[in-house]
């Protein structure tokens, strides 16, 4: 395990390392989604056979998992892209390839955006791309976000774990409550410029990975015309990293490998 300081104050991301050979490659940074942690969902991933051998951080965005979790942190996703780069700053990494999920997709094409030089290829795995409605009783973020943060703190948080389930409350329960609000609220948010615009103009190799039983992928067209390589993955839901194992990392390991588009 290493960590870094991302705040004035000292608060620390932490992550978990695997060495790789020098003559490898670029870093892999892997970036868990709302709620859980990096090596839960990607230790797996990081050492399967067709992954295995590359340096990898699987890193816990600030108030997750085995980071700090400052109450004074806003949790926008700006905030956490910009502490991220810190992260990577401080590990020496600079131009990563990003495997992301959910929320930390998000993440992950905002830094893209802002810190350029730090990532040179994005592999998200069902990223949030566009706001979305808060809604009292829907799963995920929009469920979170449609409390005050003073009625989540209260009471909230407990009305949420009755609805995750056990495995999403297994590492949401490391979350910082503040941590787990706010970065749910700026999720269904958005960035400024939206994730889909973002995504869509930058310039490096970027595969979108979704359940093929969630159906087509909204947008995907104006996705594909910007070079972003849309994919279905069988044999899963959101969290096709755990769900289908070997079909999440055959095709990452196809999407580190694909020639960058013109």
Do not use: K, Q
Request: aromatic residues 6%; proline residues 7%.
């Amino acid at each position: 395990m290493r960590s870094a300081a991302v705040t004035p104050r000292g608060d620390r991301i932490r992550w978990i390392e695997l060495p790789g050979r020098a003559d490898a490659g670029p870093a892999r940074v892997y970036l868990h989604g709302l709620g859980a942690a990096s090596f839960a969902y990607f230790g797996e991933t990081a050492v399967h056979p067709l992954l295995a051998g590359r340096r990898s951080l699987l890193i816990d965005l600030v108030g997750f998992g085995l980071s700090d979790r400052p109450a004074t942190f806003d949790y926008t996703l700006e905030s956490h892209a910009d502490a991220l780069a810190a992260v990577l700053d401080a590990a020496d990494v600079a131009g990563a390839e990003v495997i992301a999920h959910s929320m930390g997709g998000s993440v992950a094409i905002v830094l893209a955006a802002r810190h350029p030089r730090l990532v040179s290829r994005l592999v998200l795995a069902d990223a949030n791309l566009d706001p979305l409605e808060p809604a009292r009783g829907a799963p995920g973020s929009r469920g979170i976000a449609s409390y005050t943060e003073a009625e989540f703190l209260a009471g909230g948080r407990e009305e949420i774990r009755a609805a995750a389930g056990a495995l999403w409350w297994a590492t949401m329960r490391l979350a910082g409550r503040e941590a787990l609000y706010r970065s749910a609220v700026h999720l269904v948010r958005g960035s400024s410029p939206v994730m889909r615009t973002l995504l869509r103009d930058l310039d490096i190799p970027r595969t979108f990975l979704f359940p093929a039983a969630d159906g087509p992928l909204p947008g995907a067209d104006e996705l594909t015309a910007a070079g972003v390589a849309v994919v279905p993955l069988p044999d899963c839901g959101h969290n096709m990293m755990l769900d289908n194992p070997d079909g999440f990392a055959a095709a990452t390991a196809t999407a580190l490998a694909a020639e960058s588009r013109p």
